[in-house]
Structure formats: structure tokens, C-alpha cells
């Protein structure tokens, strides 16, 4: 049962990246209206850039 669980959870952290960095891109890099259109604090914007390792020059120089 566990690894169904752990399935979910890595499905909804690349879920959560993923809008991270599409909101970025969305707001051509500025953190803060990225923030607000993902309904969450600047700060925690922030943590979550570092914790997934989000590259933000990469992310504005493809699509």
C-alpha cells in the first residue's frame, strides 16, 4: 500500500513543479505575481523554487 502512497505523492510534487514553472513563465519571471497566481505566499514561492532546484533562466529561455 505504501508505494500507491508514494506514487501519489511524487505525481503531486510534479504536478506542483510544474505549475511553479508555468506560472514563472506565465509572469515572465516575476516571483511575486507568480506567487499569486499559484495562491500561495512569496515566501513560500521561494522554498518551494529551492526545494524542487527550479532553474528560473531556464525556464524563460525555453517554450
Known amino acids: ?3 500507491r502512497f508514494q506514487d501519489l505523492r511524487e505525481q503531486l510534487s ?3 513543479r510544474v ?3 508555468d506560472a514563472l513563465r506565465q ?3 516575476n516571483k ?3 506567487a499569486q497566481l499559484c495562491g500561495i505566499p512569496r515566501s ?3 522554498k ?3 526545494d524542487f532546484n527550479i532553474n528560473l533562466d531556464a525556464i524563460l ?3
Open 44 to 46: 513560500q514561492l521561494y
Open 19 to 21: 505549475a511553479i514553472e
Open 48 to 50: 518551494k523554487i529551492q
Open 14 to 16: 510534479q504536478s506542483e
Open 61 to 63: 529561455t525555453t517554450h
Open 27 to 29: 509572469c515572465k519571471g
Open 32 to 34: 511575486a505575481r507568480a
Open 1 to 3: 500500500m505504501s508505494g
